[in-house]
């Protein structure tokens, strides 16, 4: 594994877009003070989209009578509204 990139917290300034880029390729960076490191940026988890149908079939179990009248005045009645 190769060693986590570094900047001292006045380079982390100057050169916040390059680190973000860096970091929006994989990459972690640590950020250090007077040679210490403070904190360490990463990635962020990518984001599902889910945009196709069925994309959680199988995945899910729904009741027969799940859109009943009686679920509904259920549903209805738990968020106060009127039957």
Do not use: C
């Amino acid at each position: 594994m190769s060693e986590l990139a570094q900047y001292n917290i006045h380079e982390a300034k100057t050169q916040l877009s390059r680190i973000i880029e860096r970091v929006e390729h994989g990459e972690e960076v640590v950020i250090s003070r007077a040679g210490h490191p403070v904190a360490k940026v990463v990635p962020l988890p990518s984001v599902r989209r889910r945009t196709g149908w069925g994309s959680l079939s199988g995945q899910i179990a729904l009741s027969s009578d799940w859109d009943s009248s009686d679920t509904n005045e259920a549903i209805a009645d738990d968020f106060g509204m009127p039957s």
